[in-house]
């Protein structure tokens, strides 16, 4: 069971905005940063958001970030068929001493 | 831009040491804004970290496998290194080490990661 509770799927159409949640607690998001990563099929995660809303470069800004409280959120707007990945959260845990990560969240686009 | 790879045995046996070693290109793995880390991920499932080292040396590892993890580097070769003892099936996943900038706070480079299956 994962420290941070993610849907276990989300699905959209193509041009669609589509919205994960990411819940967690105040040992980690309310007072850490939130990242996201997203992962293709059969290859490694990648950052897609760090510090709760900010884009690597070379990252659409269709992907968007945001946190209130103990929850985060990522937002896909413009859905396109390559976005069709694995989406994870993750934040530092002040009591456990240690990176956390969500569940993840599969994203089927219809 | 920093690469990794992983290496290491893809099948251990159980109560065995399963041990990675990552190398590191591109950088040095001496330098000062990043640390180094191990991820893992069983088939299927979502990730987990593992635990980090600094360039300093200083660790930290995952409280639910800190007692049979550690984490160390070898400057001279540009590699970090993992070894978890004690395996059993529950540890077969694919592994990755990744590395974290210290501006981002995220892992921002990752390895391709590697496969190590637990099984006699």
């Known amino acids: 069971q994962s420290v941070l509770t993610q849907p276990p799927s989300a699905s959209g159409t193509p041009g669609q905005r589509v919205t994960i949640s990411c819940s967690g607690s105040s040992s980690n998001i309310r007072f850490n940063p939130v990242n996201w990563y997203q992962q293709l099929p059969g290859t490694a995660p990648k950052v897609l958001i760090y510090n709760n809303n900010q884009r690597p470069s070379g990252v659409p800004d269709r992907f968007s970030g945001a946190k209130s409280g103990t929850s985060a959120s990522l937002a896909i707007s413009g859905l396109q068929s390559e976005d069709e990945a694995d989406y994870y959260c993750?934040?530092?845990?002040?009591?456990?001493?240690?990176?956390?990560f969500g569940g993840g969240t599969m994203l089927t686009v219809l | 831009q920093v690469q990794l790879q992983e290496s290491g045995p893809g099948l251990v046996k159980p109560s065995q040491t399963l041990s990675l070693t990552c190398s590191v290109s591109g950088g040095s793995i001496s330098r000062g804004n990043y640390y180094w880390s191990w991820i893992r991920q069983p088939a299927g499932k979502g990730l987990e970290w593992i635990g980090r080292i600094y360039p300093s040396g200083s660790t930290n590892y995952n409280p639910s496998l800190k007692s049979r993890v550690s984490i160390s580097t070898d400057t001279s070769k540009n590699q970090f290194s993992l070894d978890l003892a004690s395996v059993t099936a529950a540890d077969t996943a694919v592994y990755y080490c990744?590395?974290?900038?210290?501006?981002?706070?995220?892992?921002?480079?990752w390895g391709q990661g590697t496969l190590v299956t637990v099984s006699s």
């Open positions: 990744a590395t974290l900038e210290l501006e981002l706070r995220a892992f921002d480079c």
């Open positions: 993750s934040a530092w845990d002040d009591s456990l001493n240690a990176w956390v």
